[in-house]
């Protein structure tokens, strides 16, 4: 079972950046692939980036292309996502999980296996 636990998250202004981590425990970190979804109130939940398992594949949604970087840290069993030129469009909770699908990239929630609780994002316009 593994357990994530998101941080970093808080209130930006339009334009301003969060690096947001989340620390994984109860398994073997590098035989996942991570990725980072979003929700905001009142919609579905999306996905924003994927990282495979050894950080070499990556990949984003379009909406974010471009601002937000994915990227893990095996050796410290901790994934990020780095989120630049933020816009107010861009608050939701941020929730990051791990799949067993660990040689891809999947963009799918269904694909994932373990969530963690989310941290929330607020961009102020």
């Known amino acids: 079972q593994v357990q994530l636990v998101e941080s970093g998250g808080g209130l930006v202004q339009t334009g301003g950046s969060l690096r947001l981590s989340c620390a994984a425990s109860g398994g073997t970190f590098s035989t996942y692939g991570m990725g980072w979804f979003r929700q905001a109130p009142g919609k579905e939940r999306e996905f924003v980036a994927a990282?495979?398992?050894?950080?070499?594949?990556?990949t984003y949604a379009d909406s974010v292309k471009g601002r937000f970087t994915i990227s893990r840290d095996n050796a410290k069993n901790t994934v990020y996502l780095q989120m630049n030129s933020l816009k107010p469009e861009d608050t939701a909770g941020y929730y990051c999980?791990?799949?067993?699908?660990?040689?891809?990239?999947?963009?799918?929630?269904?694909?994932?296996?373990?969530w963690g609780q989310g941290t929330q994002v607020t961009v102020s316009s």
């Open positions: 999980a791990a799949t067993k699908w660990a040689f891809i990239v999947p963009t799918e929630s269904r694909s994932y296996d373990y």
């Open positions: 990282v495979n398992w050894s950080g070499g594949m990556t």
